[in-house]
């Protein structure tokens, strides 16, 4: 079966500080990886895909294949980086199914 | 481009009711999905639209059921509400299938 992990419900830093929200997935093909990002009062939107390799607001996240993992990474933490962050997979292109399966979140609190 | 709409935001219907919502996805998008989302078992996927065919279905009762339109707007309704089903309630639309999908607002459903 699909799913996802994020093992840490809530992760606090200091401004300024590395960050590394943790995911976990368990999948037997080759999927497609997301980071998804919900700051206060605002919707759902996408903040990285795996394939895409971009770099957005300073976040980076790789997909390792054999430690199953896509963590994302920040080297310096900003206060408006404090949200709720959401790791999802989605199974391959060419492979049915299409449908997002999410961890369960972790929000991440910046603090001066 | 407008980004996903949702109406109504917020709603409240008692047990054995049934409430209808709707979704109007970013134009030129073409695939709808659904999505439930609880503090208990978070982000869950509920179905997918595309070119007003369900494409794809997830692991939920019956009573949940939705349509698209040619315009590509989805409407999602569950009959016979159940406490349990109290939650926010996402669409998110992407140009087709596989591609980046966009999360509107949510409605709030409220079941008392």
């Known amino acids: 079966a699909q799913r996802v992990t994020q093992p840490e419900k809530l992760l606090s830093v200091f401004k300024g500080a590395p960050v590394e929200l943790k995911c976990n997935y368990s999948y037997s093909g080759s999927p497609e990886l997301f980071w998804y990002v919900q700051y206060s009062r605002q919707r759902l939107q996408l903040l990285l895909r795996?394939?895409s390799r971009e770099s957005i607001k300073g976040f980076t996240a790789d997909l390792n294949k054999g430690e199953t993992s896509f963590h994302l990474k920040k080297p310096f933490a900003q206060e408006e980086d404090s949200a709720m962050y959401y790791c999802?997979?989605?199974?391959?292109?060419?492979?049915?199914?299409?449908?997002?399966?999410f961890g369960k979140g972790t929000t991440l609190s910046v603090s001066s | 481009k407008a980004g996903v709409t949702q109406t109504p935001r917020y709603l409240i219907k008692t047990r054995g009711q049934q409430v209808t919502l709707s979704c109007s996805p970013i134009?030129?998008?073409?695939?709808v999905s659904w999505y439930q989302q609880t503090p208990g078992q978070g982000l869950q996927f509920l179905f997918e639209?595309?070119?007003?065919?369900?494409?794809n279905k997830g692991n939920f009762p019956g009573r949940f059921s939705g349509r698209q339109f040619s315009n590509s707007r989805s409407e999602m309704n569950v009959s016979t509400l159940e406490l349990g089903d109290s939650a926010l309630y996402l669409c998110?639309?992407?140009?087709?299938?596989?591609?980046?999908?966009?999360f509107g607002p949510g409605t709030r459903l409220l079941v008392l």
């Open positions: 795996h394939i």
């Open positions: 134009s030129g998008h073409r695939s």
């Open positions: 639209y595309f070119s007003e065919t369900q494409r």
């Open positions: 999802a997979l989605r199974r391959g292109v060419g492979q049915a199914g299409t449908a997002l399966i």
């Open positions: 998110a639309s992407s140009l087709g299938l596989k591609e980046t999908q966009y």
